[in-house]
């Protein structure tokens, strides 16, 4: 069995928020997305249903027309074809499942 060591694997970049994908299959994605406090994941629209989970940090998450604050231990669900986006308050880690995986 492989392990997914999550904190091994955080990157940040002070340019632009970066993205690791973690598992891709034909059933799930899995990417866990680092940002600097102040960068953003413009808020777009998925076919699949989305979970967004804080593993460090503090942010801004945007789900359709409301903005919520979240910090480690918070998870966001998104259905398919609603909007979500992310703003980093502070340094922010985030685990993000996507099922089924996108076409």
Same mark, same amino acid.
């Given at each position: 069995? %492989?392990? =997914?060591?999550?904190?091994?694997?955080?990157?940040?970049?002070? $340019?632009?928020?970066?993205?690791?994908?973690?598992?891709?299959? $034909?059933?799930?994605?899995?990417?866990?997305?680092?940002? %600097? &406090?102040?960068?953003? =994941?413009?808020?777009?629209? &998925?076919?699949? +249903?989305?979970?967004?989970?804080?593993? $460090?940090? %503090?942010?801004?998450? +945007?789900?359709g027309d409301e903005k919520k604050k979240g910090s480690a231990g918070s998870i966001f669900?998104? &259905?398919?074809?609603?909007?979500?986006? =992310?703003r980093a308050l502070t340094r922010l880690a985030v685990l993000a499942v996507v099922a089924?995986?996108?076409?």
């Open positions: 069995m %492989e392990a =997914i060591e999550l904190n091994a694997l955080k990157k940040y970049s002070k $340019e632009h928020p970066v993205k690791q994908l973690l598992h891709d299959s $034909e059933h799930l994605r899995m990417a866990l997305l680092c940002l %600097e &406090a102040g960068q953003e =994941i413009v808020s777009h629209v &998925a076919p699949s +249903t989305v979970m967004m989970q804080v593993l $460090e940090g %503090e942010g801004e998450f +945007t789900v669900p998104c &259905a398919p074809h609603v909007s979500h986006g =992310i089924p995986r996108p076409e």
